[in-house]
């Protein structure tokens, strides 16, 4: 079964842009693309209450003029649009990117989700969704991705421990003909972390830095003999992965991050890095989940 890129809208100006987004991509991919509204009625408490009909004309309309305006920018895209009515926003769309080859979310700058994802629920969708998931900016333009602007994505750990995010970025930047720059980051061990094993490996490569080069182009072997045409650059780097991806968002068309999701009682997190990029890189920002 063909997988749709799926996108979930609320009128915002951010998932104006998630549109934008995710119909270029839909195209780049050869994919249909399908647009969500997770519509519940909300009874308002302004002087002049809205009813359930009139909200829900209001979404109707909302999902038809999005699919009208993306048909008519990509006339040769499949493009479905669906009301999920009846449910919190977080049981509408983690089913929807169960189904989804990547969905795609507006999101406010150094903030939490907008619309329809308001505070902790967007962190939710994150946490529990299968599928990547790409959070776009309002003023996010189709020029970074045509300026020769890299992929970035973030590699820790053995060659299985970021294969998801490698892949998703691996294959983004060979549909998009771009360049991918894979980011390894690190930082001296503390005394107590030192082990002999862990040391003699250092030793066998030359020192830290070294060992970490090396452990990266392990990782990065069977990405670069499926994916030959893409041209990646290896960087490595001390200091915390965050500061560092974050360091080169400003020139990054998309930044790629993997998910670490971690349950505890008081809900679900992303993981650190991913968290940071959600909120502060100013590009769209691609959370993939382990696979």
């Known amino acids: 079964m063909t997988r749709p890129i799926t996108v979930g809208v609320d009128g915002t100006p951010e998932s104006k842009a998630a549109v934008a987004w995710a119909g270029r991509e839909a195209v780049r991919r050869d994919l ?3 647009i969500v509204h997770a ?4 009874p308002t408490d302004v ?5 359930q009909d009139t909200q829900a004309e209001w979404a109707r309309d909302l999902v038809r003029d999005t699919e009208r305006t993306v048909v008519e920018r990509h006339p040769g895209l499949t493009v479905t649009a669906e009301i999920l009515d009846g449910r919190t926003a977080v049981e509408s769309l983690v089913p929807a990117a169960a189904e989804a080859e990547t969905l795609v979310l507006g999101s406010r700058g150094h ?4 619309g329809f994802l308001l505070g902790s629920v967007g962190q939710q969708v994150l946490a529990e969704t299968e599928r990547p998931v790409v959070l776009v900016r309002s003023d996010d333009h189709p020029e970074a991705e045509a300026a020769g602007r890299e992929i970035v994505v973030g590699q820790h750990g053995g060659p299985d421990d970021s294969s998801a995010a490698l892949g998703f970025a691996f294959g983004t930047a060979a549909a998009r ?6 980011v390894r980051a690190w930082s001296l061990p ?3 972390a030192y082990s002999p094993g862990s040391m003699k490996l250092a030793d066998e490569a030359g020192g830290l830095e070294p060992y970490e080069k090396k452990a990266l182009g392990e990782a990065l072997k069977p990405w ?11 960087h490595v780097e001390i200091g915390s992965a965050a500061q560092v991806l974050l360091s080169m968002a400003g020139q990054a068309q998309l930044m790629v991050a993997g998910r670490r999701a971690h349950r505890r009682a008081v809900g679900s997190r992303i993981g650190s890095v991913a968290h940071a990029l959600v909120h502060h ?3 769209p920002v691609a959370v993939v989940p382990p696979s």
């Open 32 to 34: 249909p693309l399908r």
């Open 39 to 42: 519509w519940q009625w909300q």
């Open 47 to 51: 002087a002049v209450t809205v009813d």
């Open 111 to 114: 903030g939490a989700i907008v």
């Open 177 to 182: 003909g771009a360049g991918l720059r894979v």
């Open 190 to 192: 503390p005394v107590f």
């Open 224 to 234: 670069r003999e499926r994916y030959p045409d893409v041209p990646v650059t290896e």
């Open 281 to 283: 890189a100013p590009c």
